[in-house]
């Protein structure tokens, strides 16, 4: 489980197709990452595998491949780290569990003052029920506030702090990227539905 509160911006130092996976070695500020730990790389939950100090690997499934934009990361190419929760830690962000909803695309990228307002759409009416003005969203990893919503995505302003420690900063107006839902409001719908049908099946 994660916050969405990004640690800092690691770097792709390659990116190897393996017939139907992916791997990633990626070099970080984290001194002591162990293996078969989770670590979030964009927002994706994944299991750090040789870890050396600054840097480790990660295989992405073709599950993953098909839900998220990793599949065109490249050398050079800088992601979102976040180290798995633990029990003490402060939620500064929302629950997050690095399982991606969907892709989505970037329909605006529009610099207001020192923030940066983006759009995002392409999402299904299944996506959209799980979204609220004022909701979170976990957008590339980054916890952030629904400020409002569009007939297929929604409208967030990022403020310089999370300009300056994510990559949002380098998106731009065509980019795919991808996304991961509310997970409390998921359990909230889930168990509405279930309620809903049940209520059904005893009339």
């Not at 073709?62 to 998220?68: G, M, R, S």
């Not at 992601?79 to 962000?93: F, H, M, Q």
């Not at 759409?121 to 004022?134: A, S, T």
């Not at 400020?147 to 929604?154: E, S, V």
């Amino acid at each position: 489980m994660f916050t969405g509160i990004v640690d800092h911006c690691g770097l792709v130092e390659s990116a190897e197709r393996r017939c139907d996976s992916f791997r990633l070695r990626i070099s970080s500020r984290f001194p002591d990452l162990t293996e078969g730990e989770s670590i979030a790389v964009d927002g994706i939950c994944l299991t750090a595998l040789n870890p050396l100090a600054g840097r480790f690997e990660c295989d992405l499934s073709p599950e993953t491949l098909a839900l998220t934009r990793a599949a065109g990361l490249t050398a050079g190419r800088r992601v979102n780290l976040e180290r798995a929760l633990r029990l003490s830690d402060r939620l500064g962000g929302h629950l997050v569990t690095g399982h991606v909803d969907s892709r989505c695309e970037v329909r605006l990228v529009e610099p207001q003052g020192e923030f940066l307002r983006v759009v995002v759409g392409g999402l299904g009416p299944d996506m959209m029920r799980h979204l609220g003005r004022k909701g979170s969203v976990a957008l590339l990893g980054v916890s952030l506030t629904v400020n409002a919503l569009t007939d297929d995505g929604f409208d967030i302003l990022l403020i310089p702090h999370t300009l300056e420690r994510t990559n949002l900063t380098e998106l731009s107006t065509g980019d795919v990227a991808h996304v991961e839902l509310d997970w409390m409001v998921k359990v909230v719908l889930r168990d509405a539905d279930a309620r809903r049908e049940n209520a059904f099946s005893y009339r």
